[in-house]
């Protein structure tokens, strides 16, 4: 995660191009983590709005930093209460 926010920071108006690989790296990794899909899916709108901002504003991703932090005010009040954090993986 710390390497997709830096190669963004590097290349703020190609990221898109130049951070693609991370972007899905990141995904990928957080994608199936039970805390991760409670966040996004109880702050699915802050989440959505803020993806919108950056594919509207790709060569100045900056101005999005407004979005970012309404997602992450809203990741902190998630009540994780009840969700497995290190889930035991299931035979398949």
């Known amino acids: 995660m710390e390497s997709y926010g830096q190669c963004v920071a590097a290349h703020p108006s190609t990221w898109q191009q130049h951070c693609q690989d991370?972007?899905?790296k990141v995904a990928q990794c957080t994608s199936s983590h039970p805390v991760i899909?409670?966040?996004r899916?109880?702050?699915s709108k802050e989440f959505t709005e803020f993806e919108r901002c950056l594919?509207?504003?790709q060569n100045s991703p900056t101005s999005c930093s407004a979005h970012v932090a309404r997602f992450l005010g809203?990741?902190?009040t998630v009540d994780l209460a009840g969700v497995a954090v290190n889930p035991v993986p299931q035979p398949s």
Do not use: H, V
């Open 74 to 76: 809203c990741a902190e």
């Open 55 to 57: 594919l509207e504003n």
């Open 41 to 43: 899916t109880d702050c």
């Open 37 to 39: 899909q409670k966040i």
């Open 22 to 24: 991370l972007k899905m």
